[in-house]
């Protein structure tokens, strides 16, 4: 690798020296780490898992390939989308309900899609409306000088205060909480526009954009292409403690002892887990604000494998509900396998066969659950967070500071992003952000 230099200390830790150090081998970490190399740069990625793709995970469970983390991609996203043309990657569309199922009243309630999006519209057609006034560039989401206005709001006060029937105003905002994968008390107006912002204020489009496509061959296909399409060296269960920062550049040291300098770094990490590393000197007071405050989501994703093949269904529930989602995806050998999400992952453990099986009953108590499959994101050591979303006030409070380079400590990632933030096209789109920022930085 061009660039890249070992020194032998001789001592039993080895100090080395990239021009750039990337921490995390997600979408960010990878995009980041191939448009340096492409640019001449000695790029190490430091990954602390043994595997890339960091909140997305393409595994075996259940009798086939399931994502544990991020599925659904669109030509709506345009980075996703160019990265899947760049690398010939197939897509094949998730399948359609035959009929949805919601509570509402206490009660299920079980109609067309027609129908359902029928109860939504007024509320979701205001909302979409106002996305437009707010954020009229999706891509510039600070944009508009008087932002917090609405940035004070969450999910359920915006609903909360429109002249809405009560089933549509219950079943509304558990739509919100499940995309939020948080309550609807938790989760940022500003956030939920900016969703239906970035789809051209279409909430249709937004529904189709966030669950209506997924890659043949998993994301994993997708993160492996990146990653063999660099000259950057990857490692992987290399966990970074600490970053240092000296001599117009920065000496970043990992859990085992190694130290590694570089001219610039790029740290992807999800926000809640941000304080896991050492900063010196520390991170600006409205970074380390944002880390301890944390994002909305916390919920889980579940498959649930099911006896027999069923027409597909979608099931929507309110933020009470252990699960506020569940829709069917796939057939294995007669069974029917679907995919849950809920809001609350300390109330409900993804991988709980009983518990993930009683919270299905809310909607159908006709369907025997064969076995469960899941990763708690929530409690895991690297991600600490599902998809990033923000809670009230989080837009105007912290986004700018959080993007902002920290003298040569870069941020990229998906809960830094501009356009669809919270999605794998927030990733990449951050990761070629930082890469532009450090490649346009002048060489110490
Ligand atoms: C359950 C779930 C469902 C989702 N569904 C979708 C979806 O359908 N569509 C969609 O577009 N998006 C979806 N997302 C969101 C999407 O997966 C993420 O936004 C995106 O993958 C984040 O990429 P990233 O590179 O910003 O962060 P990450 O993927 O989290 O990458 C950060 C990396 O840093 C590593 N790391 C952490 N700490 C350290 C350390 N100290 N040292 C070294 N490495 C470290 C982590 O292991 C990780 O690999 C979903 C996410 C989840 C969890």
Redesign the pocket.
């Known amino acids: 690798m061009l660039g890249r230099r070992t020194v032998d200390t001789g001592s039993c830790f080895v100090v080395e020296s990239y021009d750039v150090v990337i921490?995390?081998?997600?979408?960010?970490?990878?995009v980041a780490a191939r448009e340096l190399s492409r640019r001449g740069r000695s790029t190490v990625v430091?990954?602390?898992?043994d595997r890339?793709?960091?909140?997305?995970w393409t595994d075996e469970r259940l009798g086939r390939r399931l994502?544990?983390?991020?599925?659904?991609?669109h030509w709506a996203?345009p980075h996703?989308w160019s990265e899947i043309t760049r690398y010939g990657l197939a897509v094949e569309p998730s399948p359609t309900s035959e009929s949805v199922h919601w509570i509402a009243g206490g009660e299920v309630h079980r109609g067309s899609s027609e129908e359902f999006d029928a109860l939504i519209a007024p509320g979701m057609d205001r909302l979409a409306a106002d996305s437009r006034h707010w954020f009229p560039q999706p891509y510039e989401p600070l944009r508009r000088p008087d932002l917090d206005r609405i940035d004070a709001l969450s999910v359920a006060d915006y609903f909360a205060g429109l002249d809405l029937a009560p089933a549509a105003r219950e079943v509304i905002t558990g739509v919100w909480a499940e995309h939020f994968?948080a309550p609807a008390a938790v989760s940022g107006l500003s956030q939920a526009m900016r969703w239906c912002a970035a789809a051209s204020g279409d909430w249709r489009l937004l529904h189709e954009a966030?669950?209506g496509c997924r890659l043949s061959a998993g994301?994993a296909a997708l993160a492996s292409a990146i990653a063999t399409d660099t000259a950057a060296d990857l490692r992987l269960g290399?966990?970074?403690?600490g970053v240092a920062q000296q001599d117009g550049g920065a000496v970043v040291t990992t859990a085992d002892g190694n130290r590694i300098t570089a001219k610039r770094v790029i740290c992807?990490?999800?926000l809640n887990?941000l304080d896991?590393?050492d900063f010196q000197p520390a991170l600006p007071a409205a970074k380390r604000s944002a880390a301890t405050e944390r994002t909305a989501s916390q919920g889980?994703?579940t498959w649930i494998r099911v006896r027999g093949e069923i027409p597909p269904f979608t099931a929507y529930a309110p933020d009470t509900h252990p699960l506020t989602f569940a829709r069917t995806e796939y057939t294995v050998d007669g069974d029917t396998v679907l995919v849950a999400f809920g809001t609350r992952a300390a109330d409900l453990d993804p991988t709980d066969k009983a518990g993930v099986a009683q919270a299905l009953r809310a909607w159908r108590d006709d369907l025997k659950v064969v076995d469960v499959a899941g990763?708690n994101?929530m409690t895991d050591?690297?991600?600490r967070?599902?998809?990033?979303m923000q809670r009230p006030g989080q837009l105007t409070a912290y986004l700018a500071a959080l993007q902002r380079p920290h003298g040569c400590v870069h941020f990229?990632?998906?809960?830094v992003a501009n356009g669809?933030a919270?999605?794998?096209?927030?990733?990449i789109e951050?990761?070629l952000t930082a890469a532009a920022q450090v490649t346009a930085a002048p060489r110490p």
């Open positions: 921490v995390g081998a997600g979408f960010a970490g990878l430091l990954e602390a898992r890339i793709g960091g909140r997305t994502e544990m983390g991020g599925t659904w991609v996203q996703t994968n966030t669950s994301t290399t966990r970074v403690v992807t990490l999800p887990v896991t590393i889980l994703k990763h994101w050591e690297f991600s967070e599902t998809w990033p990229a990632g998906s809960d669809w919270g999605f794998i096209d927030g990733a951050s990761g």
